[in-house]
Nanobody, 123 residues
């Protein structure tokens, strides 16, 4: 089994930064792709970024000038650095992972989910 625990969320003013971190434990290694998603009320969960599993780091076009994703395979962590935050970035952010050698880019139903963490950006 794989356990994913997010941290680093909270309340920030528009223009500020937050760094989310996902700690993975259990049966996970660098062969598992990991990613970040977010969800706002009434909307589908949105894939944002991915790293690991043999693929290069990937961030969706709409946030790639403000967000950065990084993976520490030794620690089994996945971070999401979010800069110049906007109120529209307010959402619950989820860490996710796939079984070994599956890509996570654009996947709507990853094999594993974290519990999610709230990010609120005030105007």
């Amino acid at each position: 089994q794989v356990r994913l625990v997010e941290s680093g969320g909270g309340l920030v003013q528009a223009g500020g930064s937050l760094r989310l971190s996902c700690a993975a434990s259990g049966s996970i290694s660098s062969r598992n792709a990991m990613g970040w998603y977010r969800q706002t009320p009434g909307k589908e969960r949105e894939f944002i970024a991915a790293a690991g599993g043999g693929g290069r780091p990937y961030i969706i076009e709409s946030v790639k000038d403000r967000f950065a994703v990084s993976r520490d395979n030794a620690k089994n962590t996945l971070d999401l650095q979010m800069n110049t935050l906007k109120p529209a970035d307010t959402a619950i952010y989820y860490c996710a992972a796939m079984r070994p050698l599956f890509s996570i880019v654009g996947v709507t139903s990853p094999h594993y989910w974290g519990q999610g963490i709230q990010v609120t950006v005030s105007s």
